[in-house]
T-cell receptor, first 115, second 114 residues
Framework: NAGVMQNPRHLVRRRGQEARLRCSPMKGHSHVYWYRQLPEEGLKFMVYLQKENIIDESGMPKERFSAEFPKEGPSILRIQQVVRGDSAAYFC?????????????FGEGSRLTVL | DAKTTQPPSMDCAEGRAANLPCNHSTISGNEYVYWYRQIHSQGPQYIIHGLKNNETNEMASLIITEDRKSSTLILPHATLRDTAVYYCIVRVSGSGAGSYQLTFGKGTKLSVIP
């Protein structure tokens, strides 16, 4: 049973370019969460999605960031016009239902470096 | 802001029990204590959670004080693979925003020494 799959594992972008991070949840999970971890910091919640719906985006920066979870295919976190401060590890997690047990299953993360 | 306080780092000899403390003095009656760990360059991994009773699973034991203001995660026989950052998280029960907006502080960096 494959876990949460994220790709790419490492991504390098120059300032002003776009970054797209993909996340395939665990089989049978329809709830996806994105977290960001800045260097030497703990993880911070960004957004919660179900298929074709954004449920909670209260942790998303107001500009340049967007997320989707289409009916078919992986969830995508998109960062437009990246800046150096976007350099971080981006983790995706999934759960079978809203995580009322508090157990989120995390992927290995995508590490974005902005030059 | 994290509602928990943990020591920044701890060492433990391989094969010995690792006892990781956590203070959560402002915990509410409907809030659980969760523990996750993050091994270097990997995603966080759920370990255990509890409300007020002590809990044990195949990975660890969780001891919560009677007043619930603090808890201790116990890894009974630490191995080198247990070297990681351990996060103590307080989380409300139910399915609202508090169930998935886990607040990760800086955790405790546990180093298991051979």
């Amino acid at each position: 049973n494959a876990g949460v799959m994220q790709n790419p594992r490492h991504l390098v972008r120059r300032r002003g370019q776009e970054a797209r991070l993909r996340c395939s949840p665990m089989k049978g999970h329809s709830h996806v969460y994105w977290y960001r971890q800045l260097p030497e910091e703990g993880l911070k919640f960004m957004v919660y999605l179900q298929k074709e719906n954004i449920i909670d985006e209260s942790g998303m920066p107001k500009e340049r960031f967007s997320a989707e979870f289409p009916k078919e295919g992986p969830s995508i976190l998109r960062i437009q016009q990246v800046v150096r401060g976007d350099s971080a590890a981006y983790f995706c997690a999934s759960s079978p239902v809203t995580a009322n047990t508090g157990e989120l299953f995390f992927g290995e993360g995508s590490r974005l470096t902005v030059l | 802001d994290a509602k928990t306080t943990q020591p920044p780092s701890m060492d433990c000899a391989e094969g010995r029990a690792a006892n990781l403390p956590c203070n959560h003095s402002t915990i509410s009656g409907n809030e659980y204590v969760y523990w996750y760990r993050q091994i270097h360059s990997q995603g966080p991994q759920y370990i255990i959670h509890g409300l007020k009773n002590n809990e044990t699973n195949e990975m660890a034991s969780l001891i919560i004080t009677e007043d619930r203001k603090s808890s201790t995660l116990i890894l009974p026989h630490a191995t080198l693979r247990d070297t990681a950052v351990y996060y103590c998280i307080v989380r409300v029960s139910g399915s609202g925003a508090g169930s998935y907006q886990l607040t990760f502080g800086k955790g405790t960096k546990l180093s298991v020494i051979p």
